[in-house]
C-alpha cells in the first residue's frame, strides 16, 4: 500500500541523546492523521525530518512516494508545511511575503496571493508588515503560506496555535474541507487534543521518541475507558452500598469502572434507592482524548 | 535558472524593505568625509586649528592636501572599514533567517537551497559594489568642491580600479562570516570572527606575513603598506581565492547537510 507519508526504523540521536528511537509511522492518502504527544517527545523532530531539515541518524522518510534525501530533496511543490511557530520577514508586508513564498513555489497563476489572502481571512491585513500583526494573523500568514501552492499533503506542526475560539473552527472547518472534498492528506500535531479528537481519522501518539500508538479514531472510541459517574445526596451511605464495585470518589463524585456497572446503571440505580441514597446524577461516560493520551503517557 | 530568479527576486525584495544596507552605505560614506576633512585641514591646517577642527594632536597628520592622498586614503578606508561594513550586511544577510525564524521556510521548497545562497551572495556583492561606487562618488564630489591640485583622469581611472579592486577582494572574504553566520545561528560569532579576522590581518602585516593572510590582502592590495607589486606575490591572490572557495563550499554544504532545528 502506498502512503502520504511512511518513516521506517526512523531514528535520531543527537550524542547521546534519543530524540526519535524506531518510529514506523504510516500516514494514508486523503486522511487527517493527529500526531500527539508531550513537550519534548519528538513531534517537532520527526516533522522535520519529514520536511528534509534534519537528517536522520537510522531509517528513513518516504513522502508521497518519494524517499527523502539528506541533501534536502524531496517532492515539496507538493507539500504545505508549517513548523513550531510561523515565520515570516517582519519589514515586509503580507502579500510581499506570500508573494516571495509564491516564485519560490514557482506558481504561475499571479492570483494566487490574493485567493490564499482571501482564504485565511487576511484581506484587511494585506498591505500591513508582518511585524505588526496579531499573533493569530501571523499565525493565519504561516497557515497561508502552507496552503498557497494547493498542496497535496499538508505538515502542520500545531496549526491552532495562538487563534481565537472562533478561528480554531474556522481552521478546523477548512482542514476538514480540503481533506474531505479536495482529498488533501492533513498530517498534524497539536496539544489541544480535544481538537484532534474532531479532526482526525488516525492518531498516533510518540512518547520519550517513540511511537506507543497508532490507531484509527473509531478504534480509539472503543479503547477509551468509560465509567459511571454517580451523585447521591449522602455520598458516604452510597459508597458502602457500592463497595462491590470497587467505586472511587473524586471531588463529589463517584466514580465506578467495574464492566457490570457501567453496562446496567439502572441496577445501580436500584442498588442506592434501596440503601436510602438515590442518585441525583448517574451517567456513563467515556475517556476523553486527553484522558487516554495521559493513561498511556504516564 | 528560474530557480536562482525567486530566489533573487526574494533577496533583492528584502534588501530594499530592510535599513540594515541602507544605514551601512550611509556609515560607508563617513569614509570619503573623513577624507575630506583631512584634506581641509593638511590644506590649511592654521585655519582648521583657528576653527577649533584640530588640537595639538592632530598636527601628527602628514602628507599632502591632493587628490593622490585623498584616493590613497579612500582606499585605506575601504580595505578597513569594507572589512566591518561587508560583514555587517552579509551577517544580516544570513543570520537574520535565524534570528526571523525564517530558515525553515527556505528548506522545503522547489528553489533549491543552493539558488538561495548563491542569491543571498549575489546581492551582497551588488550591495557592496554599488557601495564602494557610492563613497568613490562623494569622494569626487567633496575633492572637486574643497580643490585640491593633482588631479588627473588617469589618476581617476587608477584610483577606481585601485578602491574597486580592494573591495572585490573583500567580498569572497565573506563566505566565511556567512558560514559562521549559519553555523552560529545568529549575529554574535560572526561579527566576532570579523573583528578576529580584522585584528589578524593587522597583526600579520606588522609581522610582515601579510601576504600570507588572505584577510590582509585587501588592504595591501589597497596600499596601505607600499605598492602593491611589492607587498603582494601571486600566492597572496591564490590564497585569498583558496580560503574563500573553501567558505563558499562549506557553506554549500553546511545548507544542503546540516540538521535545521531554528
Redesign the interface.
Known amino acids: 500500500m502506498n502512503y502520504a507519508i511512511e518513516t521506517n526504523n526512523l531514528s535520531k540521536f543527537y550524542g547521546k541523546v534519543r530524540a526519535l528511537h524506531k518510529v514506523n509511522l504510516r500516514v494514508r492518502h486523503g486522511e487527517v492523521y493527529g500526531f500527539l504527544g508531550l513537550n519534548g517527545a519528538g513531534k517537532t523532530t520527526a516533522i522535520r525530518t519529514m520536511l528534509g531539515m534534519i537528517r536522520p541518524s537510522m531509517g528513513n522518510v518516504k513522502v508521497l512516494d518519494q524517499v527523502i534525501s539528506p541533501g534536502g530533496g524531496g517532492p515539496w511543490a507538493k507539500i504545505g508545511h508549517l513548523v513550531e511557530s510561523p515565520a515570516a520577514y517582519p519589514e515586509l508586508t503580507v502579500k510581499e511575503n506570500l508573494e516571495i513564498a509564491r516564485r519560490m513555489h514557482k506558481i504561475q497563476n499571479h492570483k494566487a496571493v490574493d485567493d490564499v489572502i482571501e482564504k485565511l481571512s487576511l484581506s484587511f491585513y494585506a498591505d500591513r508588515k508582518a511585524g505588526t500583526l496579531s499573533s493569530g494573523n501571523f499565525q493565519r500568514l504561516g497557515l497561508a503560506r502552507a496552503l498557497l501552492h494547493k498542496p497535496e499533503l499538508l505538515i502542520l506542526d500545531e496549526p491552532a496555535n495562538a487563534l481565537d475560539p472562533a478561528g480554531i473552527v474556522e481552521i478546523r472547518e477548512l482542514l476538514l474541507s480540503l481533506a474531505r472534498e479536495h482529498g488533501v492528506t492533513v498530517f498534524m500535531s497539536s496539544h489541544i487534543l480535544a481538537e484532534v479528537d474532531l479532526l482526525a481519522d488516525r492518531i498516533g501518539i510518540i512518547h520519550k521518541g517513540e511511537l506507543i500508538e497508532e490507531l484509527d479514531a473509531a478504534r480509539l472510541e472503543g479503547l477509551r475507558s468509560t465509567q459511571l459517574v454517580i451523585e447521591a445526596r449522602d455520598p458516604a451511605k452510597a459508597l458502602a452500598a457500592l463497595r462491590d464495585f470497587e467505586p472511587a470518589a473524586v471531588n463529589s463524585h463517584i466514580t465506578i469502572k467495574d464492566r457490570r456497572a457501567v453496562r446496567q446503571p439502572e441496577m445501580i440505580a436500584t442498588l442506592l434507592v434501596n440503601a436510602g441514597t438515590p442518585p441525583t446524577h448517574l451517567a456513563v461516560e467515556q475517556e476523553n482524548l486527553e484522558e487516554y493520551f495521559l493513561r498511556l503517557t504516564k | 535558472m528560474?530557480n536562482f530568479t525567486?530566489?533573487l527576486?526574494?533577496e533583492i525584495?528584502?534588501m530594499r524593505?530592510?535599513?540594515v544596507p541602507l544605514v551601512s552605505a550611509i556609515g560607508f560614506c563617513m569614509a570619503p568625509l573623513a577624507g575630506g576633512l583631512f584634506m581641509i585641514i593638511l590644506k590649511n591646517p592654521e585655519a582648521a586649528k583657528s576653527f577649533g577642527l584640530i588640537t595639538a594632536k592632530a598636527q601628527l597628520l602628514t602628507g599632502t592636501a591632493d587628490w593622490p592622498s585623498l584616493f590613497g586614503f579612500l582606499a585605506q578606508a575601504v580595505a578597513a572599514g569594507g572589512m566591518i561594513l561587508f560583514s555587517i550586511v552579509t551577517i544580516w544577510v544570513f543570520g537574520r533567517e535565524f534570528s526571523?525564524?525564517?530558515v525553515?521556510?527556505?528548506?522545503?521548497?522547489?528553489?533549491?537551497?543552493e539558488a538561495i545562497v548563491t542569491a543571498k551572495f549575489v546581492v551582497i556583492t551588488i550591495w557592496a559594489v554599488l557601495a564602494t561606487i557610492l563613497i568613490f562618488g562623494v569622494e569626487v564630489a567633496i575633492g572637486k568642491l574643497i580643490v585640491i591640485p593633482g588631479w588627473s583622469n588617469e589618476l581617476l581611472r587608477t584610483s577606481f580600479i585601485n578602491i574597486l579592486g580592494t573591495a572585490i577582494l573583500t567580498i569572497p572574504l565573506m563566505s566565511l562570516v556567512a558560514l559562521i553566520a549559519c553555523a552560529g545561528r545568529g549575529y554574535l560569532a560572526p561579527f566576532g570572527w570579523a573583528i578576529l579576522t580584522l585584528f589578524i590581518a593587522n597583526l600579520s602585516v606588522i609581522l610582515g606575513w601579510g601576504d600570507w593572510v588572505p584577510w590582509a590582502i585587501p588592504g595591501l592590495f589597497s596600499g596601505a603598506a607600499g605598492p602593491r607589486s611589492e607587498v603582494l606575490g601571486t600566492h597572496s591572490y591564490i590564497g585569498l581565492m583558496i580560503t574563500s572557495l573553501m567558505g563558499i563550499l562549506a557553506l554549500y554544504h553546511w545548507?544542503?547537510?546540516a540538521?535545521?532545528?531554528k
Do not use: G, M, N, V
Open positions: 528560474k525567486a530566489a527576486w526574494a525584495l528584502k524593505r530592510s535599513k526571523d525564524h525564517t525553515k521556510e527556505l528548506l522545503a521548497l522547489p528553489t533549491s537551497r545548507w544542503r547537510f540538521d535545521q532545528t
